[in-house]
Nanobody
Framework: QVQLVESGGGLVQAGGSLTLSCTAS????????LGWYRQAPGKQRDLVAT???????TYADFVKDRFIITRDWDQGTLFLQMTTLTPEDTAVYYCNAVGNNIFYWGQGTQVTVPS
């Protein structure tokens, strides 16, 4: 069983920045792809950003040029650097890992940007 644990969420003013972290109970190099998703109240869970083992990244249009996804092999940690946050970014952010076509999810971390 793989466990993913997110941290770094919180309340930040509009225009501010926040960095989320995700650690795994397994070496993250074992996963084909890592990513971040988010879910706002009453809405579906949306993809935010992904990064493959080879380092290829993809971003949702609504976060391009504001968010950066990275991973640190030595620390075994996935990061999401978020800048220029807006109230529309308020959501629970979930870490995701994919290996052998199996999806693993963390419990999520709340990010709140008050209007």
């Amino acid at each position: 069983q793989v466990q993913l644990v997110e941290s770094g969420g919180g309340l930040v003013q509009a225009g501010g920045s926040l960095t989320l972290s995700c650690t795994a109970s397994r070496n993250i190099f074992a996963f084909d792809r890592l990513g971040w998703y988010r879910q706002a109240p009453g809405k579906q869970r949306d993809l935010v950003a992904t990064i493959t083992r080879g380092g290829r990244t993809t971003y949702a249009d609504f976060v391009k040029d504001r968010f950066i996804i990275t991973r640190d092999w030595d620390q075994g940690t996935l990061f999401l650097q978020m800048t220029t946050l807006t109230p529309e970014d308020t959501a629970v952010y979930y870490c995701n890992a994919v290996g052998n076509n199996i999806f693993y999810w963390g419990q999520g971390t709340q990010v709140t940007v008050p209007s």
